[in-house]
């Protein structure tokens, strides 16, 4: 039996992915124990985006890790390396031996929450905790499933999709409250799964603290005669790189432009090939840089651009990078749908088109140069209020904790 904190929970967090990969499940975690909250967190190896193990955690090493005062258990899994095959094998692996872990975990723990990015089958281990021990979960729902499937191509009705459309409902329905990031998750959970569950808590996500902080200077590479347009973050097949490569084409022989693309992904190598068959010159590739970084990049940018692919997935979620744009106070140039224009347009902060619509990103780009630099400043300025007021990250954590309180049995 685990000893109770004197004033806060005793609680296990479950997430297939965790520090030091680049996800801010660690954040969320160290807000917790920060609170007075004792956190123990049951993660994977860490082999995430690049898919081989990281360095010091080969042949068993750190499965036990205290961390910014977190407790952290790792289990071992089949690293995703760079296909498919063994990323379903790294899903899977994860879930079955996390779940064999949690069983046998000491009882003690007050509350569980599952942070649930992809596969919904993270969820799992914290619902086997929960069941044996009878101790209420909270799964935070990040990425809805089966919908993802459809951009790695499985078509809707597929015999595959509805086997996870199966699953997907079963882990859903078994947590004892939902949290969600979007408020058109609760549409899809009722709509397309037919769940009948109390209203999840919305959660939205939240910018690290550093996107919100004080000046930096330029980051090298960014010319300040130019007009600076950067996409950060993954770079995979939901975010449709291509639009953004196809824009700069159509953009090629205006010399007021500069595209950015910081960060990495699946979707690099075709953005790679593009570029060379094309013979671009104003896209300039970055790779993936330290988050302490980031801050002069965004600084050095004159917008931000976020491109989506085409597809009901993403009108359901508002993916996190549109927060740490709006924090950063910059512009956002987007060509998406769904959640993500609703919230660009509602804050006043940027200019939008449909998603994979090269023509229309290319047109506002254009429409943004037009600008005043005074407009553009307040473009950002009302993203960064809009920010503060709807996703700050204090406000996330006074939600989460409130709501895992209440969870609380006896």
């Known amino acids: 039996m685990r000893g109770r904190p004197s004033k806060g929970l005793c609680i296990l967090v479950v997430s297939q992915h965790y520090w030091p990969e680049p996800f ?17 967190v049951l993660t994977g190896i860490p082999n995430y985006p690049e898919g081989s193990i990281y360095a010091g955690y080969g042949r068993g090493a750190s499965r036990e890790q205290m961390h910014n005062g977190v407790r952290v258990r790792r289990v071992g899994l089949i690293p995703r390396r760079g296909d498919l095959f063994h990323r379903v094998l790294n899903y899977y692996s994860f879930s079955l031996n996390a779940t064999w872990v949690a069983r046998g975990m000491e009882p003690g723990f007050d509350v569980v929450l599952s942070l649930q990015s992809s596969p919904v089958m993270m969820a799992r281990p914290a619902l086997a905790y929960g069941k044996k021990n009878n101790v209420p979960v909270l799964l935070y729902c990040i990425d809805i499933w089966p919908e993802c499937l459809t951009v790695g191509g499985i078509r809707r009705g597929s015999l595959t999709y509805r086997h996870y459309q199966r699953v997907s409902r079963a882990i859903y329905s078994a947590a004892d409250r939902l949290a969600i990031t979007s408020p058109r998750f609760a549409d899809y959970f ?7 569950v109390e209203p999840p808590l919305y959660l939205p996500q939240y910018a690290e603290d550093i996107f919100v902080s004080h000046e930096v200077g330029r980051h090298p590479g960014f010319d300040p005669a130019k007009i600076n347009l950067t996409f950060a973050g993954n770079v995979g097949s939901a975010q449709s790189i291509l639009t953004l490569a196809k824009a700069a084409w159509l953009l090629a022989d205006d010399e007021r432009f500069t595209f950015h693309v910081v960060g990495t992904g699946s979707e690099m190598p075709a953005l790679r090939r593009y570029l060379e068959d094309e013979g671009l010159g104003n896209v300039s590739i970055h790779g ?20 989506f ?5 993403l009108g359901y979620t508002l993916p996190r990078k549109i927060q740490s744009y709006m924090a950063s106070g910059k512009p956002i140039l987007g060509a998406v749908i769904g959640e993500a224009r609703r919230v660009i347009e509602e804050a006043g902060c940027g200019l939008s088109c449909e998603a994979e619509d090269a023509e229309g990103l290319a047109r506002i780009c254009r429409a943004f140069a037009e600008l005043a630099p005074e407009e553009r400043a307040a473009m950002g300025a009302r993203g960064r209020s809009y920010y503060k007021t709807h996703f700050s990250r204090e406000t996330f954590m006074d939600s989460l904790e409130r709501e895992l309180l209440s969870m609380r049995k006896g």
């Open 24 to 40: 801010n499940f660690a954040d969320i975690c160290e807000g917790l124990a920060a609170r007075g909250h004792e956190v123990t």
């Open 190 to 196: 009722r709509d397309q799964l037919g769940m009948t």
């Open 288 to 307: 993936r840089l330290p988050l302490e970084e980031m801050p002069s990049v965004y600084a050095s940018s004159d917008a931000m651009v976020a491109t």
């Open 309 to 313: 692919r085409q597809g009901p997935l």
